[in-house]
């Protein structure tokens, strides 16, 4: 059974910096691409950054150079340190990861739609006031 645990949403004013992360113990030693959705309400999901098996990154471009997706791959942990946070980055995150990792490791093409990964989290609530 896979699990995936967010945490360290919160309250943030804005200019001010979060750090998510996403506990997945059972992708300790895996090179699955990995990666961070967001969700407010009314609009669907949007892909906000991924992480492939070799370490390779992308982001959407509202969050690029403020926001950076890492991965501590021994401890099957993900995270996402947000800087620079504006009131339009609340929401809900979503840690998510694919069913079946692709041959090293890539990513979905980016933006990735909600159906390029079969794992998600239960989410963790960041509002930016």
């Known amino acids: 059974h896979v699990q995936l645990v967010e945490s360290g949403g919160g309250s943030v004013q804005a200019g001010g910096s979060l750090l998510l992360s996403c506990a997945a113990p059972?992708?300790?030693?895996?090179?699955?691409?990995m990666g961070w959705f967001r969700q407010t309400a009314g609009k669907e999901r949007e892909g906000v950054a991924t992480i492939d098996g070799e370490g390779g990154t992308s982001y959407a471009d509202s969050v690029k150079g403020r926001f950076t997706i890492s991965q501590d791959r021994v401890k099957g942990t993900l995270y996402l340190q947000m800087n620079g946070l504006k009131p339009e980055d609340t929401a809900m995150y979503y840690c998510?990861?694919?069913?079946?990792?692709?041959?090293?490791?890539?990513?979905?093409?980016?933006?990735?739609?909600?159906?390029?990964?079969?794992?998600w989290g239960q989410g963790t609530q960041v509002t930016v006031s």
């Open positions: 059972a992708y300790a030693n895996s090179k699955a691409c």
């Open positions: 998510v990861a694919v069913k079946t990792e692709r041959i090293g490791g890539r990513c979905p093409e980016f933006p990735p739609v909600e159906a390029d990964f079969g794992y």
